[in-house]
């Protein structure tokens, strides 16, 4: 009886020593940049339902980060909520209402920046999702990719997007890109080169938010 | 095209000089021919050979798998018949120890009973009084033929005495019937117990009866092992395989309760180990430990009925004195009983779970909450709940087709191992002997490009013959 008792206790001792193993690498960090310039302010709603389909969508272990752009968005204070969702599922679930109820907090206070970084939110983003350590990393831009710099800002510099995918959400067409669709092409082709060139691994649009969401999440 | 070309002796001239290739080759392969046929007849003979002796040796190895899995398969249905055998013995000896051992005294009883039915009879045997002796001095009265008083009143005296003996006697005579009827009455129950007696008696006897004669078919059965008969190991073979895929589906329905077991507890062991740990890169550890919780129920139950005697893998717990499987049998079975309660509250957990994030979802997806309809929504928890305790007792008993299988699997595998052999060896054997057939078919199809170099041959034989021949015919002439 003492034996089985030892193999009964290794087993139970086995069992708890591999869950121990590292899980990192399994779990996907997601970034997510809200444009909150202009008239992108309007389109908080449309914000709010893509959080929520992040938030339904990933899974313990896994994190997230809302933040918005502004002025100067190289900034931690520009992060609105983030979380690294519990092991356990019930306490994830928990993380998930707290993070919701923080975003509904935010959608209501009165949005509206003069200038829109990009990049410095992009570099910000980098820096979180590296240091989550996760294995799949996503940036998620929520703009019409339109930067507009402030004096005295210098974002003209190459970036580090390495392993990271990039997924720019509901980008819209301008007044000026109506005149001449070539701007809007182009924008979104230097934004596409620029982050190929930063070592991004995939750069995806989508533009079709009722039918499109899960291509936000979904690697290739 | 300069490589072909390089072949050539007249570069300029393809036909001339192909023929004079031609021509060479065939002088090289006739001149070849006798050692050619050679090579292509000893190399036909050696694949033959080899093939011939691959093939008997795996001829003789199945046979000897034969023997060895006979071996196996009679030893086991030996000890499987002794088993059976014995079992019998000790149920023949149960019945005599519990019923037969009353038999002396219920015999006794009988015996009592017996003559005490045999003194009543013969109390109501008793035969009535006989006539008094003075009916026959009547009838010589009567025979009187003087008449007077004195007859007719001494016949009417006789006839009041008559009339009141008669009286008397016929009273005395009921009365003694009535005792006669009273005792015969009072012998009834003793002839029912009897009747009782003798077909309990009989009751038993036929039951040991049947048992002997079961009994005497197991040893029937066990005689034809003994002197390995082949219509008793063909019936083992056969017996061994209904066995195999008997328990082989028990195993699969078995299979299909442990997996609804997993998918049960999966999710709420996620809870206690992390959902996000993995172990490989596709196996999560939450999974493997759902796993290794119903695997330990199994060892649970497997060690349950072995300490029960109900299977028989591991001759180390069947050998234990009484006092140590026993208390084996409880710990398994506390085992058993405290998982089987941690899997019914990890049911109770993934019910919990799904609710919880049922009700995210819908707060994300910003829909009106569902409401409670009433004590019935409670149901499936309550029947995840008696899953989670009653399947782990379930899935304790698949230990007895485990041991089918082990069991039966040996003969399987045996079968088939001989059969696959003999399949193999028909097979190279037959290989051997289109070996054998084919060199004289490789030594003309070789004699085809030479055909011409032959048949010059066989021109200058018949011609050298004839002149031999007319040679031998001048010089028998002349002599």
């Given amino acids: 009886m003492k034996r089985i008792l030892l193999i009964a206790s290794v087993l139970f001792g086995s069992l708890f020593v591999t869950a121990c193993g590292d899980s990192r690498m399994h779990s996907h960090a997601v970034y997510m940049l809200v444009d909150t310039s202009g008239t992108y302010a309007q389109e908080m709603n449309k914000a709010t339902r893509i959080i929520n389909y992040l938030l339904a969508s990933l899974n313990s272990g896994d994190s997230l980060a809302v933040a918005k752009v502004e002025t100067r968005s190289f900034t931690e204070k520009d992060i609105i909520a983030k979380v690294t969702f519990d092991k356990r599922p019930s306490q994830a679930t928990t993380q998930k209402r707290a993070f919701k109820a923080k975003i509904e907090e935010f959608a209501k206070q009165p949005l509206g920046s003069a200038f829109t970084d990009i990049t410095g939110g992009l570099i910000q983003g980098a820096e979180y999702l590296n240091e989550t ?58 934004w596409e080169a620029r982050v190929r060139k930063a070592g991004a691994v995939e750069w995806v649009m989508v533009n079709d938010l009722e039918n499109n969401m899960e291509s936000i999440l979904k690697t290739r | 095209m300069s490589d072909w070309h390089s072949w050539l002796f007249w570069p300029d001239s393809v036909a001339l000089s192909v023929l004079a290739l031609g021509t060479l080759a065939m002088l090289f392969l006739y001149a070849a021919r006798t050692p050619m046929h050679g090579v292509i007849h000893s190399l ?19 046979e000897n798998l034969r023997l060895r899995n006979q071996s196996v398969l009679l030893a086991h249905g030996q000890e499987g018949a002794a088993q059976i055998i014995e079992r019998e013995f000790e149920r023949v000896a149960d019945i005599i120890r519990k019923d037969l051992h009353e038999f002396p005294a219920l015999q006794r009883k009988l015996m009592e009973e017996v003559t005490r ?133 028990v195993m699969v329905i078995a299979m299909g309760g442990a997996f609804i077991n997993y998918k049960l507890i999966a999710l709420p062991m996620s809870e206690m180990v992390g959902a996000s740990d993995y172990i490989t890169d596709s196996l999560k550890t939450s999974d493997v430990a759902a796993l290794v919780i119903i695997l330990m129920e199994a060892s649970m139950g497997l060690f349950l009925l072995e300490s029960l005697r109900i299977t028989q893998l591991f001759p180390r717990i069947a050998s234990m004195d009484d006092r140590m499987r026993h208390r084996l049998m409880l710990a398994s079975l506390i085992f058993l009983i405290i998982l089987a309660g941690i899997e019914s509250s990890l049911a109770l957990m993934r019910d919990m779970l799904i ?89 003309l199809v070789y004699d085809i490009p030479i055909v011409i170099p032959i048949m010059i041959e066989n021109w200058v034989k018949a011609l050298r013959g004839n002149v031999s021949d007319k040679g031998q015919i001048k010089s028998g002439s002349t002599s």
């Fill in chain 2, 44 to 62: 036909c003979h050696l694949v033959t050979q080899s093939t011939r002796f691959f093939s008997r040796w795996l001829f003789l190895s199945a």
């Fill in chain 2, 355 to 443: 609710t919880d994030k049922a009700s995210l979802m819908r707060d994300l997806a910003s829909v009106a909450p569902v409401v409670e309809d009433g004590w019935f929504t409670r149901i499936p928890m309550a029947g995840q709940m008696i899953m989670g305790f009653v399947l782990p007792f379930a899935l304790a008993f698949v230990a007895i087709p485990l041991e089918s299988t082990v069991h039966s699997l040996r003969t399987v595998i045996g079968v088939l191992l001989v059969q696959s052999m003999r399949g193999l060896a028909f097979v190279i054997r037959f290989v051997g002997v289109m070996f054998k057939r084919i060199a004289k078919v490789l030594e």
């Fill in chain 2, 117 to 249: 039915i045999e003194e009543d009879y013969r109390k109501s045997g008793e035969i009535p009084p006989p006539p008094p002796e003075w009916v026959n001095a009547l009838e010589s009265v009567s025979k009187l033929k003087s008449g007077g008083d004195i007859p007719r009143k001494l016949l009417e005296d006789i006839h009041k005495s008559i009339q009141k003996i008669h009286d008397k006697t016929l009273s005395e005579y009921r009365r003694s019937y009535e005792e006669r009827h009273k005792i015969l009455k009072a012998a009834q129950p003793a002839w029912r117990s009897v009747d009782k007696l003798a077909s309990e008696m009989e009751k038993k006897m036929l039951t040991l009866q049947g048992n002997a004669k079961q009994i005497d078919g197991h040893i029937t059965k066990y005689e034809g092992m003994r002197t390995r008969d082949s219509k008793t190991e063909h019936a083992l073979t056969t017996s061994a395989f209904v066995q195999f895929f008997i328990s082989g589906l």
């Fill in chain 1, 133 to 190: 350590q996760a294995g799949i990393k996503t940036i998620v831009i929520f703009s019409d990719m339109q930067e507009e710099l402030g004096q005295g800002t210098v974002r003209d510099f190459p970036i580090k997007l390495d392993g990271i995918r990039i997924v720019a959400l509901n980008v819209t067409k301008l007044r000026t890109d109506n005149a001449d669709p070539r701007l809007y092409l182009d924008r979104l082709a230097r």
